[in-house]
């Protein structure tokens, strides 16, 4: 009597097998998307804290007589005042996107202003809406379009801030 041989099953994957690896590759997908969405998330919200640090640190630079006339960097720099994620050449800022931020007192009582250049479209319409909602500006220009004074609101911002790289200029109150 012959006996009936069962067949061992003989391939290079099996439909098990297959299925895993797809659930794996779709996991891996995901975290790569989810890790690149937290770092466009982190260097927007970078941006916003450096730009409010600025601006609250520029206020100790104020006399009796009010901020003097031209560039205040240098002082900022010299009393360390200035956050650790804005680089720092020479006597020259620059935020995250490696634009120049320029901070000028105008020979008075009234304030100074902040100057950030090179700003991608999304991170501008953030940044010019977030921190003109704060207590210490009273104006804001994006580009070359007018100031606005008081808040930004985000679908003013959406339209002047148009450029691929952006310019914003703070003024403040005090």
Not at 70 to 84: A, D, H, Q, R, Y
Not at 131 to 157: C, H, M, W
Request: glycine letters at 10%; one cysteine or more.
């Amino acid at each position: 009597m012959r006996s009936k041989r069962v067949g061992v099953q003989r391939g290079f994957l099996s439909i098990e097998a297959l299925g895993s690896g797809f659930y794996w590759l779709m996991g891996m997908i995901l975290a790569f998307g989810a890790v690149g969405a937290v770092y466009k998330l982190t260097s927007s919200n970078q941006e916003i804290q450096n730009t409010n640090q600025l601006l609250q640190v520029t206020r100790h630079l104020k006399s009796s007589r009010g901020y003097k006339k031209g560039s205040l960097v240098s002082e900022l720099i010299k009393l360390s005042m200035i956050p650790n994620t804005v680089t720092i050449s020479g006597n020259r800022l620059y935020n995250t996107h490696g634009g120049e931020i320029i901070i000028k007192g105008n020979d008075s009582r009234i304030g100074y202003t902040l100057e950030t250049r090179d700003i991608p479209q999304d991170e501008c319409i953030k940044l010019a809406s977030n921190i003109s909602r704060g207590s210490l500006v009273s104006k804001t220009k994006i580009n070359s379009g007018q100031e606005i004074n008081g808040e930004v609101e985000p679908d003013v911002a959406v339209t002047l801030c148009s450029e691929e790289k952006n310019i914003i200029l703070f003024s403040t109150r005090t």
